[in-house]
């Protein structure tokens, strides 16, 4: 990856098997059990993992910032202070879908699109112009201040890629797409169309 100046940032997932990592260090040294659990897949890839990964995946920023650009995987709530993330705000930009009318992280599962804000729609610019994934779309979202574009490659709708002209005045972009094979199934609805 720095040979060709790629950049990463740590979403939900990597974070997942980061925690798995500690408690099973934990679990080694301390003997305490460790109370997460992988599915058979999740365990399939934890078991193709060595330090070196654990690592790099420890390594990687919560977002990074270009200019005028954010770059984050889940979202930014209105109590975000991306240069004082305590470990609550650190799991929240990584997860945040939801807010109430009050601007609080909302959990997925409890999460009603009728009575609850996706967070873009109360997001006030204060970090300019933010690019995240976390939740599939079924097209990329445009908001005032910031663009999602997971549009769902892992389920085989496709990859997305969005190139900005200028990071400093992000307001010319081209997005591309790349057609996706099915690698997961989800148990719940997951790509939204409209919010």
């Keep these: 990856m720095q040979e060709h100046s790629i950049k990463a940032i740590r979403g939900n997932h990597e974070d997942k098997f980061l925690r798995y990592y500690y ?20 365990q399939e890839i934890y078991k193709t993992l060595d330090k070196e990964d654990f690592v790099f995946l420890q ?40 807010l109430d009318v009050h601007g609080r992280f909302v959990a997925l599962d409890d999460a009603d699109p009728h009575i609850h804000f996706w967070w873009s729609e109360l997001y006030d610019g204060r970090y300019r112009y933010v690019v995240y994934g976390h939740q599939p779309f079924l097209y990329p979202r445009v908001d005032r201040w910031s663009f999602g574009i997971d549009t769902g490659a892992v389920y085989g709708n496709r990859l997305t890629a969005i190139v900005f002209a200028d990071a400093k005045t992000p307001f010319c972009y081209e997005l591309f797409y790349v057609p996706s094979q099915t690698y997961a199934k989800k148990s719940k609805p997951w790509i939204v169309s409209d919010l």
């Excluded at 650009?69 to 939801?98: C, E, F």
Aim: proline share 5%.
């Design 23 to 42: 408690h099973e260090q934990r679990f080694l040294t301390q003997g305490i059990a460790n109370p997460m659990q992988l599915s058979a897949k999740e």
């Design 59 to 98: 390594s990687l920023p919560l977002f990074l910032q270009f200019n005028a650009l954010t770059v984050i995987h889940g979202g930014i709530l209105p109590s975000t202070n991306l240069a004082k993330l305590d470990k609550k705000s650190a799991a929240q930009v990584m997860r945040v879908r939801y």
